[in-house]
């Protein structure tokens, strides 16, 4: 019923930058807190950024100062700039979004594929 499409991935050097999207489209009433998640090869899902609806942040201490996370509520989208990045930023990033759908009045949590960040020389 909702799909999160995510992109802007790829490899980069350290200190470089990218910026990840991540659009939300289907039978979607209202999003409430969207957000974005990493996980690295043998290491669990961790939180890096999320944003409510009003537009009220929380990032992981990892990433305070280096990324930047905003949202386009018209266009049900979440952005991720990266900046600074480090070879530990290196990850599968996943987009995050609590939706509330047109048939209902229940709240979901929907998942995107995930996107490869990689950052090295």
């Known amino acids: 019923q909702v799909q999160l499409r995510e992109s802007g991935g790829g490899l980069v050097q350290p200190g470089g930058s990218l910026r990840l999207s991540c659009a939300a489209s289907?039978?979607?009433?209202?999003?409430?807190?969207m957000g974005w998640y990493r996980q690295a090869p043998g290491k669990q899902r961790e939180l890096v950024a999320d944003i409510t609806s009003g537009i009220s942040t929380n990032y992981a201490d990892s990433v305070k100062g280096r990324f930047t996370i905003f949202r386009d509520n018209a266009k049900n989208t979440v952005y991720l700039q990266m900046n600074s990045l480090k070879p530990e930023d290196t990850a599968v990033y996943y987009c995050?979004?609590?939706?509330?759908?047109?048939?209902?009045?229940?709240?979901?949590?929907?998942w995107g594929q995930g996107t490869q960040v990689t950052v090295s020389s």
């Open positions: 289907g039978s979607i009433r209202s999003i409430n807190t």
């Open positions: 995050n979004a609590d939706v509330f759908l047109v048939t209902d009045y229940s709240k979901y949590a929907y």
